[in-house]
């Protein structure tokens, strides 16, 4: 029997009880004693009034002791009551209950086989108040009819809209960070799974049509990419993509200069599709991932730029300074690259060197990748990696490259590493410091208290259970880098909990849930302020094991994310002390700002500009006020400064939710 249910009449004083008892013991139907495991079941809690609270709350008990049709002779009598399933019933003063008399019936047809009358009950509870345990059941429910009625097991429809697949083949090559994949998977079966690389999908409920979007970040190379859709009868249909990303200039290595044939060498890319400009002018290259070139040069010329482009934009540029000042017997000849003269000596004793776009060998930048563009020369080298992946396919004495690299936060150390023939190895370290825009740190997000969750049922046993739930829960939460979270229970770990926390902004609370069927756990957020509920998020599994837990924590967590996505919009318009502001990205994904959700106005600060690599280091960002939602129009949302702030607003100026 559920713990915290309305207190009722037990609490009155015994004149009252009494009066109480004459006017209800008669007119109240007992229902049987229901023993189960030496346990009775429904029995009130306290004096019961015939009101649609006791009797929901005596079905739940007969439920606890599997007397069903006792049970739904209280549902349904409740429900003539009060018809509707909903989160926080009132019950009476400010006592609220969860009150789901038609899930709870559907639960209990379900049970007994009568998946017709289940099939009813729960679409109703939905349609009422989707909850995550009316999903569970009906997609069992759904499973049980299909079988009933010796349906073949269909395969699902999958249909793959991004990335662009080339025509007859199952290859896609891209630039793009992230790589996007998304399409919709189609099954009158219901579709009910969806993975990606073997990892599973946030789906909300299963469904006959489910779109899916996923944003993978994909390392430089060949990428096999698995998506499996599966329906509730375990047909599935899968799909595999080739990903090549390729987001590196090719290669150009120089092998020999002759004033008679001029500049000779090697292009090297993977996409096998290489264009070559020498001083702007098109140099024929035949197609292949390693082709030779010819670049031919007259003796008055100085100097000569190559630029290699491949099939994706990529580009790598060489700028040769091919002044011949000697010589040396029958080795190639010498050099002067980029002013610095090049050698192409027969030495073993000379170690490679490595020449990189960028000076000093430190750099702030507030980007979330860069290239690194440089040189490596030296006596045929044979290897070249970078932070240990090979780039080199090809041995030369000169290798131009272009290399992408992912930063994460704080500081980057990339290691270059050239190795020639003789087996002497040059080494060049920078380290590139990846600073956050001030507007985007997590001490300016929105900040949750969490608060302990209530067990509602009076098995103390589980107390250690549900306070491993809580930990994950609060792990996943501060994974998911959208709020500031505070814990209020000692017990929480504090490797979890942020630093810089700001006074809370709403209240995190939830219940915990255990039935005889299985556990259900809601989670509510309300503003501290106002005491408004912002909003109520479940998970529910059959089993209570810790990796079923964990799941439930995950989900949880990720509903949360996904109903108070971080939005990043431009300032378009001021009208009437309002700023018309268009959505720009979203994270994790395109979704509903609530009224009055608190943001930030900012106004971003010059670009940060590399002369030497030639690139924009980003740019950090100043806050100029604070703001609200106030309405939409359209696509666009109506944004109001607070307290009347007036703010000079410039072109260019921009807002982020809190």
Not at 4 to 10: F, V
Not at 28 to 51: A, H
Not at 622 to 635: F, L, N, Q, V, Y
């Given at each position: 029997?559920?713990?915290?249910?309305?207190?009722?009449?037990?609490?009155?004083?015994?004149?009252?009880?009494?009066?109480?008892?004459?006017?209800?013991?008669c007119a109240v139907p007992l229902n049987p004693d229901?023993?189960?495991?030496?346990?009775?079941?429904?029995?009130?809690?306290?004096?019961?009034?015939?009101?649609?609270?006791?009797?929901?709350?005596?079905?739940?008990?007969?439920?606890?002791?599997?007397?069903?049709?006792?049970?739904?002779?209280?549902?349904?009598?409740?429900?003539?009551?009060?018809?509707?399933?909903?989160?926080?019933?009132?019950?009476?003063?400010?006592?609220?209950?969860?009150?789901?008399?038609?899930?709870?019936?559907?639960?209990?047809?379900?049970?007994?086989?009568?998946?017709?009358?289940?099939?009813?009950?729960?679409?109703?509870?939905?349609?009422?108040?989707?909850?995550?345990?009316?999903?569970?059941?009906?997609?069992?429910?759904?499973?049980?009819?299909?079988?009933?009625?010796?349906?073949?097991?269909?395969?699902?429809?999958?249909?793959?809209?991004?990335?662009?697949?080339?025509?007859?083949?199952?290859?896609?090559?891209?630039?793009?960070?992230?790589?996007?994949?998304?399409?919709?998977?189609?099954?009158?079966?219901?579709?009910?799974?969806?993975?990606?690389?073997?990892?599973?999908?946030?789906?909300?409920?299963?469904?006959?049509?489910?779109?899916?979007?996923?944003?993978?970040?994909?390392?430089?190379?060949?990428?096999?990419?698995?998506?499996?859709?599966?329906?509730?009868?375990?047909?599935?249909?899968?799909?595999?993509?080739?990903?090549?990303?390729?987001?590196?200039?090719?290669?150009?290595?120089?092998?020999?200069?002759?004033?008679?044939?001029?500049?000779?060498?090697?292009?090297?890319?993977?996409?096998?599709?290489?264009?070559?400009?020498?001083?702007?002018?098109?140099?024929?290259?035949?197609?292949?991932?390693?082709?030779?070139?010819?670049?031919?040069?007259?003796?008055?010329?100085?100097?000569?730029?190559?630029?290699?482009?491949?099939?994706?934009?990529?580009?790598?540029?060489?700028?040769?300074?091919?002044?011949?000042?000697?010589?040396?017997?029958?080795?190639?000849?010498?050099?002067?690259?980029?002013?610095?003269?090049?050698?192409?000596?027969?030495?073993?004793?000379?170690?490679?060197?490595?020449?990189?776009?960028?000076?000093?060998?430190?750099?702030?930048?507030?980007?979330?990748?860069?290239?690194?563009?440089?040189?490596?020369?030296?006596?045929?080298?044979?290897?070249?990696?970078?932070?240990?992946?090979?780039?080199?396919?090809?041995?030369?004495?000169?290798?131009?490259?272009?290399?992408?690299?992912?930063?994460?936060?704080?500081?980057?150390?990339?290691?270059?590493?050239?190795?020639?023939?003789?087996?002497?190895?040059?080494?060049?370290?920078?380290?590139?410091?990846?600073?956050?825009?001030?507007?985007?740190?997590?001490?300016?997000?929105?900040?949750?208290?969490?608060?302990?969750?209530?067990?509602?049922?009076?098995?103390?046993?589980?107390?250690?259970?549900?306070?491993?739930?809580?930990?994950?829960?609060?792990?996943?939460?501060?994974?998911?880098?959208?709020?500031?979270?505070?814990?209020?229970?000692?017990?929480?770990?504090?490797m979890f909990e942020q630093e810089n926390l700001k006074?809370?902004?709403?209240?995190?609370?939830?219940?915990?849930?255990?039935?005889?069927?299985?556990?259900?756990?809601?989670?509510?957020?309300?503003?501290?302020?106002?005491?408004?509920?912002?909003?109520?998020?479940?998970?529910?599994?059959?089993?209570?094991?810790?990796?079923?837990?964990?799941?439930?924590?995950?989900?949880?967590?990720?509903?949360?994310?996904?109903?108070?996505?971080?939005?990043?919009?431009?300032?378009?318009?001021?009208?009437?002390?309002?700023?018309?502001?268009?959505?720009?990205?979203?994270?994790?994904?395109?979704?509903?700002?609530?009224?009055?959700?608190?943001?930030?106005?900012?106004?971003?600060?010059?670009?940060?500009?590399?002369?030497?690599?030639?690139?924009?280091?980003?740019?950090?960002?100043?806050?100029?006020?604070?703001?609200?939602?106030?309405?939409?129009?359209?696509?666009?949302?109506?944004?109001?400064?607070?307290?009347?702030?007036?703010?000079?607003?410039?072109?260019?100026?921009?807002?982020?939710?809190?």
């Amino acid at each position: 029997m559920y713990k915290n249910q309305p207190e009722k009449i037990k609490k009155l004083s015994p004149p009252w009880i009494f009066m109480l008892l004459l006017l209800y013991g008669c007119a109240v139907p007992l229902n049987p004693d229901c023993v189960k495991e030496s346990k009775t079941y429904c029995q009130p809690d306290g004096i019961f009034t015939s009101r649609w609270y006791d009797y929901y709350e005596r079905a739940l008990s007969c439920m606890e002791g599997e007397c069903y049709q006792a049970a739904l002779s209280d549902l349904n009598k409740t429900s003539k009551q009060r018809f509707e399933d909903q989160r926080m019933a009132r019950t009476f003063g400010m006592h609220f209950i969860d009150y789901f008399p038609h899930r709870e019936t559907g639960l209990i047809h379900y049970l007994m086989g009568d998946y017709d009358a289940a099939k009813s009950e729960l679409e109703l509870s939905i349609q009422q108040y989707p909850s995550e345990k009316a999903f569970f059941y009906m997609d069992k429910v759904r499973k049980k009819i299909m079988e009933r009625e010796k349906k073949a097991i269909s395969v699902p429809r999958l249909i793959l809209e991004t990335p662009i697949q080339s025509e007859g083949t199952d290859e896609v090559w891209t630039r793009e960070n992230p790589v996007i994949i998304s399409g919709k998977a189609e099954d009158e079966q219901y579709i009910s799974e969806i993975t990606l690389k073997g990892k599973p999908v946030f789906l909300e409920t299963s469904a006959q049509t489910v779109t899916f979007k996923e944003h993978l970040k994909l390392d430089q190379g060949r990428h096999e990419v698995d998506i499996i859709a599966r329906n509730l009868r375990n047909g599935e249909a899968g799909h595999q993509i080739i990903i090549h990303v390729d987001r590196c200039g090719p290669l150009i290595i120089v092998e020999t200069y002759d004033p008679d044939i001029g500049i000779t060498g090697w292009l090297y890319d993977e996409s096998g599709e290489t264009v070559l400009f020498a001083d702007g002018k098109n140099i024929p290259v035949p197609k292949g991932k390693k082709v030779p070139f010819s670049v031919p040069m007259k003796s008055s010329m100085k100097h000569i730029a190559l630029l290699a482009r491949d099939k994706l934009g990529n580009e790598t540029y060489a700028d040769i300074n091919a002044d011949v000042t000697s010589v040396l017997g029958s080795a190639p000849v010498l050099l002067a690259d980029a002013g610095a003269v090049l050698m192409f000596v027969k030495s073993e004793n000379i170690k490679p060197e490595i020449i990189l776009n960028m000076q000093p060998d430190q750099e702030t930048v507030f980007l979330e990748s860069i290239y690194i563009k440089g040189k490596a020369k030296g006596n045929t080298i044979e290897s070249l990696t970078i932070n240990g992946t090979p780039v080199l396919n090809q041995t030369g004495h000169v290798i131009f490259f272009n290399y992408f690299v992912r930063l994460e936060k704080g500081k980057n150390r990339v290691t270059i590493r050239a190795t020639d023939k003789f087996g002497n190895t040059g080494i060049k370290d920078i380290l590139i410091i990846r600073q956050v825009p001030e507007v985007f740190k997590m001490k300016y997000r929105y900040c949750l208290a969490m608060h302990p969750f209530d067990n509602m049922t009076d098995d103390r046993n589980q107390i250690a259970k549900y306070g491993l739930f809580q930990n994950i829960f609060l792990k996943q939460l501060v994974a998911l880098n959208r709020f500031q979270i505070m814990t209020r229970e000692k017990s929480a770990s504090p490797m979890f909990e942020q630093e810089n926390l700001k006074t809370p902004d709403a209240a995190l609370m939830g219940n915990i849930y255990k039935t005889r069927s299985g556990i259900e756990i809601t989670a509510r957020l309300a503003d501290i302020r106002s005491g408004e509920i912002l909003a109520i998020k479940d998970a529910y599994s059959e089993a209570g094991d810790r990796s079923a837990l964990a799941g439930m924590a995950e989900k949880l967590a990720e509903k949360f994310h996904r109903k108070f996505p971080l939005m990043d919009a431009a300032v378009t318009q001021m009208k009437e002390g309002k700023l018309i502001v268009t959505p720009e990205t979203w994270t994790p994904e395109k979704g509903d700002i609530k009224m009055k959700w608190p943001l930030i106005i900012y106004r971003q600060k010059n670009q940060g500009y590399n002369p030497v690599r030639e690139e924009p280091s980003g740019s950090d960002t100043k806050m100029i006020g604070d703001a609200a939602i106030h309405g939409m129009t359209g696509e666009n949302y109506l944004v109001r400064p607070d307290n009347g702030q007036k703010i000079e607003i410039k072109e260019g100026d921009r807002v982020v939710t809190q």
